[in-house]
């Protein structure tokens, strides 16, 4: 746990309970600069990072020569109370040429501060050359030489040598201190794997990754630490054995710490790293059981509305911070120079300039022409809703999704349920039938079901042309039997916003007898028909064959373009075969393609979709065949064309004369070639196709995995 009363500004309503002022005046453009861009972000407290408590320090240099005694003990109670003012005001860094400059604020470095202040676990994914290690440095320096009295720190690094630069980056933003903010004592210990400061009794230790396993668990051992930095994480030999047993050795000096008002977070940071390695795989497992970072967190309540949130949202109380480079500032040339300067294949461009979690591995079930397509469809939510206690990610602008238009527009919510016990996920992801692109996507990890219940009941009701889709197991049935139970406490009808088989089957003898209009007892089987069973054995019902064998490849040929969320990208990304079937890396997830799959289900084979409020002629009336964006004018000339061609078929077959029929085939000629199949209609994966490939895999030879594989490659070539 935290600290009960958090001592920094955060939220607003820290900024107001201590008096504070927004610091206009401040030399720092960058500080400026990355304030108007959180307030173009739509971020209500957009100020934090240019928090001043002290006015009279408005105007004042810290560097100042002329310093008096009492202006220098205002400007270091300012620092110790306001780590935003010392990052703004007391530092100056060397740049190019060697010009000093004050610190730079950034996305990333400021998100990085914030969480730490927060006293929240995080992991940091930057691209390399952007800070990454500098900024959590510079939390380093300020907690030994100005906040910390009698705490321990460590940092563990993939070898000796970066060790040794982290001990002189600390050095270095030191000397770009006001001289006066530290002395020298007798108690000070300086060398190439640790700092001490004897005037407040603090300690900074290195370790290098182990050698084996057995130093590796022996990591720390005998050290009471408050905070502890893993750097290139995901590149630190028996990583998965030293995390925990580091950990160990914070567990008592961290509490300590923070009942004196003092951060003792846990850090990982790192470029992506390789998921196929045991290294990689571990530690992108740390950054998926985080919730990712958004600058929405700045317009909480509090801290404890923050742990809520983070709570329903991840199966550890920890962020997930990531940036690109363009999201830091950076240009499309400093992109080419930088790849040019790493001289590495595509591989490690992609890991260190572009955060990808590559796989070099074969095993890979997704074709890398359909990954690169992934990784390019990557954007930024528009803003994420934490309104309702859950972290909901829109691709949608905000005035948008808050208009009465959208609030009525057909769309589809896929849900994969789970338990959230341990490190699975429920996730909803909602889709634009049109063109199938991703809307929002939510993930959460509360596992009080009544409160995830409660959320989707709501969503429901504010969003009216939601169509639900549901997994249907131990957890799907209890959600949805209380929305079904809501609903009908509001006189709605649960039949026409949530995927059941009644509709899929209209006018199947097996529900011949269920009255959909009759919805306020709904009892037994009827009941029963209400969401997806992932649990199905055969291709053509509903089940985890299908979802994987039959929709995902369909969907990611036409859509791959349309995903743009960063979670469901790197899950696609890391599909593969276990136990011959497609499936997650061990110790990843899968939680959100289920999700996506379910909505992509009710696209492709939904049937009665105007009785869910879907308009005929809606579903994917933006794309064509292949996936390709159309416009409105296209298709309507498309559509025309073709009943033109079709009243010319009918014409021709009734016309007894000979020359008004030759009129006829001569304009039915001329369409012909102007048709395009493709824009007109999509048409959904055909079961029997499926069956018929399918059949001819299972009777050739081989392992498991190949003919998996042989699978997937005949069923995307065929629709291709």
């Known amino acids: 746990m935290g600290a009960p009363n958090n001592p920094f500004i955060l939220f607003k309503s820290d900024f107001d309970r201590m008096h504070a002022t927004i610091h206009f005046t401040t030399k720092n453009t960058s500080a400026l600069r990355l304030a108007q861009v959180y307030k173009k972000m739509g971020i209500k407290f957009w100020y934090p990072h240019l928090s001043l408590l002290n006015r009279e320090l408005a105007d004042l240099d810290p560097f100042s020569t002329t310093l008096t005694l009492q202006q220098k003990a205002a400007i270091a109670m300012e620092a110790k109370l306001n780590p935003w003012y010392f990052l703004r005001e007391c530092l100056r860094l060397p740049v190019a040429g060697g010009v000093l400059t004050p610190y730079i604020f950034s996305r990333g470095n400021i998100a990085s501060a914030w969480t730490f202040f927060a006293d929240i676990d995080f992991g940091l994914v930057l691209p390399r050359q952007c800070g990454k290690s500098f900024c959590t440095q510079t939390l380093v320096c300020y907690m030994l030489y100005i906040l910390g009295d009698r705490v321990h720190m460590a940092h563990v690094d993939k070898s000796s040598e970066n060790c040794i630069n982290c001990i002189r980056t600390v050095k270095d933003i030191r000397a770009s201190m006001p001289q006066w903010m530290w002395q020298r004592s007798g108690g000070d210990v300086e060398n190439r794997e640790s700092l001490a400061y004897g005037n407040k009794h603090n300690i900074y230790s290195t370790f290098p990754a182990s050698v084996d396993k057995v130093a590796a668990g022996n990591m720390c051992r005998g050290l009471s630490l408050s905070v502890l930095h893993f750097d290139e994480i995901a590149y630190t030999r028996f990583n998965w054995i030293s995390v925990p047993a580091a950990i160990a050795a914070k567990l008592n000096a961290a509490t300590v710490a923070r009942s004196q008002g003092l951060p003792a977070p846990t850090i990982y940071t790192t470029t992506a790293g390789n998921p196929d390695t045991e290294v990689g795989r571990y530690a992108l497992s740390i950054f998926e059981d985080a919730m990712p970072f958004t600058e929405s967190v700045f317009d909480l309540k509090d801290r404890d509305e923050l742990i809520s949130v983070i709570d329903k949202s991840a199966p550890k109380r920890r962020i997930f911070i990531e940036f690109s480079y363009l999201q830091l500032g950076k240009t499309e040339e400093w992109f080419r120079q930088a790849s040019a300067e790493i001289n590495g294949n595509d591989d490690d461009i992609a890991r260190d300039l572009l955060n990808i979690w590559q796989s070099s591995s074969d095993a890979n079930v997704i074709p890398q022409s359909i990954i690169t397509k992934l990784r390019k469809s990557k954007e930024e939510p528009q ?21 009465p238009e959208f609030r009525q527009r057909p769309l589809v919510g896929g849900m ?72 009908q406490n509001k006189n709605q009808n649960p039949f026409l916003r949530i995927y059941n088989e009644v509709i899929q089957n209209y006018g199947d003898p097996k529900y011949e007898k269920v009255n959909i209009y009759d919805y306020q007892e709904i009892h037994g089987h009827t009941r029963a028909s209400f969401g997806y069973r992932t649990s199905g054995g055969s291709v053509g019902g509903t089940s985890r064959n299908q979802l994987y064998k039959v929709i995902m490849m369909k969907n990611l040929e036409m859509n791959a373009a349309r995903i743009k969320d960063n979670t469901l990208i790197n899950e696609y990304c890391n599909l593969t075969v276990r136990n011959g079937r497609i499936d997650h890396k061990e110790g990843l997830h899968d939680d959100t393609i289920i999700g996506h799959l379910l909505s992509c289900f009710l696209i492709f084979f939904g049937k009665n979709l105007s009785m869910y409020g879907i308009p005929e002629g809606t579903v994917l009336e933006r794309v064509n065949v292949e996936g390709d964006v159309v416009t409105n004018t296209a298709r309507n000339e498309q559509i025309e064309i073709k009943r033109r061609i079709a009243e010319l078929e009918d014409a021709v077959n009734n016309c007894n004369s000979h020359l008004l029929k030759q009129s006829y085939l001569r304009e039915l000629n001329g369409l012909r070639p102007l048709l395009d199949e493709k824009m007109v209609a999509v048409t959904p994966i055909a079961v029997s196709q499926v069956q018929h490939e399918e059949k001819v895999i299972n009777n050739r030879p081989g392992s498991a995995e190949n003919k998996l594989h042989n699978f997937v490659s005949r069923l995307t070539n065929t629709y291709r």
């Open 383 to 403: 803003f994420v809703d934490l309104s309702r206690g859950f972290a909901m990610r829109w691709y949608v602008p905000e005035s948008e999704v808050n208009s």
């Open 416 to 487: 994969d349920t789970s338990e959230n016990i341990g490190r699975d996920f429920t996730t909803l992801v909602i889709l634009d039938p049109r063109d199938m692109s991703v809307v929002a996507v939510c993930r959460c990890n509360d596992s009080n079901t009544m409160q995830v219940a409660r959320y989707i009941y709501d969503l429901l009701q504010t969003f009216t042309g939601l169509v639900w889709v549901p997994e249907r197991n131990n957890t799907g049935i209890a959600i949805i039997d209380y929305v079904i139970d809501q609903m």
